[in-house]
């Protein structure tokens, strides 16, 4: 069975540091990019970071560039958020997801977001 | 203000036709797939269309997607009470190297 599960949420102060994990299974994760998304406190779900199989690129939204950085152990099939300068928007329940990709014209896509783990809460406030 | 633009709201009553709609731009939409996602409040979210209009296994066929230029729909036939959640459609953007949700559409089934 295909499955994630978060850790490492939790209350933090404003400007410190914090380090999530999604631990996969049931799949290769070496061939499948893998994303945190989130979703604020009566908001709506937002991307946060993607990092391909290979761990060799990554992407993020604006809103946590400079400050979060995604990474992975294909050896542990583990996925981390280092997570620095927390601000109080930052609060969120976080998502690892794995991406569905297909190919099409010669390239290939990351694809649909399929596997969604439960999610961590991060608080961050004085 | 996300990047996609859904109603924050739709209702219909049982067995019903409800659509909802998400309005992007040339630089997402216009070019990439949309995909839905049905998200239940304390449950993880749940793909429920990908590449416009493709149902995973295990969707009912109630559930439709369809994309037009730089918008796209989601079509819910014969609806149900446990309907009932926050649906999201999402993108990749081109220009900003990322992707992007709507910012979501609360289905109540009356």
């Known amino acids: 069975e295909v499955q994630l599960l978060e850790s490492g949420g939790g209350l933090v102060q404003p400007g410190g540091s914090l380090r999530l994990s999604c631990a996969a299974s049931?799949?290769?994760?070496?061939?499948?990019?893998m994303s945190w998304v989130r979703q604020a406190p009566g908001k709506g779900l937002e991307w946060v970071s993607t990092?391909?199989?290979?761990?060799?690129?990554?992407y993020y939204a604006d809103s946590v560039k400079g400050r979060f950085t995604s990474s992975r152990d294909n050896s542990k099939n583990t996925l981390s958020l280092q997570m620095n300068s927390l601000r109080a928007e930052d609060t969120a329940i976080y998502y690892c997801?794995?991406?569905?990709?297909?190919?099409?014209?010669?390239?290939?896509?990351?694809?649909?977001?399929?596997?969604w783990g439960q999610g961590t809460m991060l608080i961050v406030s004085s | 203000q996300s990047v996609l633009t859904q109603p924050p709201s739709a209702s219909g009553t049982p067995g019903q036709r409800v659509t909802i709609s998400c309005s992007g731009s040339?630089?997402?939409?216009?070019?990439?797939?949309a995909y839905w996602y049905q998200h239940l409040p304390g449950t993880a979210p749940k793909v429920l269309i990908y590449?416009?209009?493709q149902r995973p296994s295990g969707v009912p066929d109630r559930f439709s997607g369809s994309k037009s230029g730089t918008s796209a729909s989601l079509a819910i036939s014969g609806l149900r009470s446990e309907d009932e959640a926050d649906y999201y459609c999402?993108?990749?953007?081109?220009?900003?190297?990322?992707?992007?949700f709507g910012g979501g559409t609360k289905l109540t089934v009356l």
């Open positions: 997801a794995k991406h569905d990709p297909y190919c099409s014209g010669g390239r290939c896509y990351m694809g649909a977001f399929d596997i």
């Open positions: 049931g799949f290769t994760f070496t061939t499948y990019a």
């Open positions: 990092i391909i199989g290979s761990g060799d690129r990554t």
């Open positions: 040339s630089s997402n939409l216009g070019v990439n797939y």
């Open positions: 590449r416009n209009n």
């Open positions: 999402a993108t990749w953007d081109d220009s900003l190297s990322g992707w992007v």
